[in-house]
């Protein structure tokens, strides 16, 4: 491939102002909905003493997981050297760091006490993997920032494959971190599982791809700049794999459950009688998020199609935040088994199944910061050279014929 | 010894309010304790009267003891592991004594949304599944050993003494609610709203989350749990509080003589509060 000539986006139209707007508005309501969360208690919410994390941590989780994953094509261009991936590292890099920005701010202002920040950078437990993830995610930072600095930096290049694999090992690393969160709880039956945390890495390769698929068509349509299908049909291709992988995963992860006799009670729950949550898993993680993204990508009718590549990244993201939510919400509305054999109750939900219905400051809260990590994205297009001029059929496979 | 020597020291000779306070608290079943040894506790529920009393124990028959407790300029130490003895078969459906009791030592009232109200301790009724034989107990913080809630707290502020009281440090919890993802028995409750008319020896604060602290304050003080206190005073006897660490306090000999059951025993916490009479 010759020299990969970059570009910034002119970024005067009105049409990128009004995206501007619009995601700062986003912003501005989850602002809005944080200060009345904070100031009238979490009791305004959906959250209760026994769903202790809910749509905050939906969003979170789901824009940490993808962070890790949108590093994908820089990681496979620079430790896998394959060149056709190359041009488009730099706005990979980008697209993580804006993901892990957008995350991780939501989790700050779903905390009981967000104005403690200093303590939760100063004071550790080692032993907490969530302090563990604070490190792993200020690391995280660290890590794609310097590899992004060698991109963009032709005096540093040289350092590029040496950033870009501690970036490669450090998110393989973070997103263990991040399933470590439920493999680790040891208490409820839905989690447990030390196969949360290869789940949770391969997830993150499936979500981050998609987005990362979206925002690359959006910003090349949008700009009229080329892009071809040599390099959509090659991450396409990727994505298949990918969503397999996560199917292949959860399978396991169910199919574990089911041969221990004492996971069978929780696992008619997940598969069979939790109500909404079971359509929850069945129609947006299976199926939306799954099986027909599977059977659409590999679709010979549909190859070259992008509305339905568009639709297909959509799909997967929808059956990623279902999949979260499947795992966060049910996993705590299945009750604590402290007394096997017995029928429980109490005036503290002990034995019951739990609801949960997510309120609306929660929802925008989340709404904020899937805006913050687009606003960080379109900005920083802006202000420094993140995409290729063009990535059409002859620049990103010179040896392709139409 | 030592600190029977120590405690005899501080011990200033009783004034009549004093003995005002100890009728209504021997009234109360409140004072404990083996002969000849004098206690100083905190004067329990009546909050305006945070001041450390020093009360002579009566011979009281129960079997809740602290004789051991450290002198409150001391560290605390692992000589003690404080925990509790529940004997479900004493246990009646719909009492609720050690409820009412902890809710009124820390203050905690509902605020009509059962889902988000705080509960340090709550009755749960069990019914075998495979016998039918129905039961009851108190269930709260198991002051477990190796806690899950202080292993997972990301900034430490969850921790466990080192006489086996596990506690929150309100000062650097940021409110992420780890710990009770965490708990095996859900003993956590986080703080829904701004909290107001707070016990002066049970701190809490909104967006932290908290728990059955096993009356710090009083144990401290050489005092027992208010829900042991409850249950005693009313005769109940359902519950014993002692040192696990004394081979000779009741609680320990009761447990030599006829055990006791650790909740979810399989994750080997070491929890200090055991169970009597479950038995499908």
Known sequence: ??????????????????????????????????????????????????????????????????????????????????????????????????????????????????????????YYNFKSIFAWNIILYTGFFGFVGVYLWTMMDHTVYKFKPYAGFSAFVWRLILTTGTGSIFGFLVARSAYDAALMAPMFIVMSFSFGLAIFLLVLMATYKWNNMELGDVVLNRLRNLLGVFVAGVLYFTTVYHLTNLYATQHHDVERFLLLDGGILTSVFWIGEILIGGLIPLALIYAPGVKNCRTTLGFICAMIIFGGFSKIYTILIAGQAYPLEIFPGYEVSSSFYDGAINSYTPSLPEIMLGLGGIALTLFIVAFALKVLRFLPVSLADSVADPHHVK | ????????????????????????????????????????????????????????????????????????????????????????????????????????????????????????????????????????????????????????????????????????????????????????????????????????????????????????????????????????????????????????????????????????SDLALNTGVRYQGLNE
Not at chain 2, 246 to 260: F, T
Request: charged share 20%; proline share 4%.
């Open chain 2, 1 to 264: 010894m030592n600190n029977s020597k120590e405690t005899a020291e501080v011990t200033t000779p009783v004034n009549s309010s004093r003995r005002d306070f100890l009728s209504k608290a021997a009234v109360a079943g409140t004072v404990t304790i083996a002969p000849g040894i004098f206690l100083h506790r905190t004067a329990g529920a009546a909050v305006a009267d945070t001041d450390v009393s020093e009360i002579e124990a009566s011979e009281a028959a129960d079997m809740n003891t602290s004789v051991s407790t450290r002198p409150l300029d001391q560290d605390v130490s692992n000589k003690n592991r404080w925990g509790m003895l529940i004997d479900t078969t004493r246990c009646a459906t719909g009492c609720t004594d050690c409820v009412d009791a902890c809710n009124e030592e820390n203050g905690l009232v509902g605020h009509g949304r059962p889902e988000t109200d705080t509960q340090y301790i709550r009755k749960v009724t069990l019914k075998s599944k495979s016998t039918g034989h129905e039961l009851s107990l108190p269930l709260m913080c198991q002051h477990c050993e190796t806690a899950p809630c202080a292993d997972v707290c990301p900034t430490g502020a969850s921790f466990v003494r080192a006489d086996g009281i596990a506690l929150v440090d309100k000062h650097i919890c940021i409110g992420c609610r780890y710990c009770m993802m965490a708990c095996p028995y859900k003993a956590r409750s986080f703080v829904h709203e701004a909290v107001e008319n707070q016990k002066l020896t049970a701190p809490r604060g909104k967006g932290t989350v908290e728990a059955c602290t096993m009356c710090v304050t009083r144990v401290d003080n050489g005092g027992i749990p208010a829900c042991v206190e409850a249950c005693t005073a009313e005769n109940h006897n359902a519950m014993i509080f002692g040192d696990l660490r004394d081979p000779n306090s009741p609680l320990s000999i009761e447990l030599k003589k006829h055990g006791g059951k650790q909740l979810r």
């Open chain 1, 1 to 122: 491939m010759s020299k990969i000539e970059y570009t910034s986006l002119e970024g005067k139209s009105l049409p990128y102002f009004g995206l501007l707007g619009g995601l700062a508005f986003m912003m501005l309501l989850a602002i809005g909905s944080v200060f009345y969360m904070e100031h009238e208690g979490h009791h305004v919410t959906g959250m209760t003493n026994q769903i202790v994390w809910g749509m905050p941590h939906v969003f979170a989780i789901f824009l940490i997981v993808a962070a890790s994953g949108a590093l994908n094509i820089a990681s496979i261009a620079s430790v896998f050297r394959k060149k056709i991936y190359e041009p488009m590292a730099r706005l990979s890099a980008l697209l993580a760091i804006a993901l892990l920005t957008g995350g991780l701010i939501v989790l700050l202002l779903d905390l009981g006490r967000p104005d403690r920040l200093i303590i939760a950078m100063t």
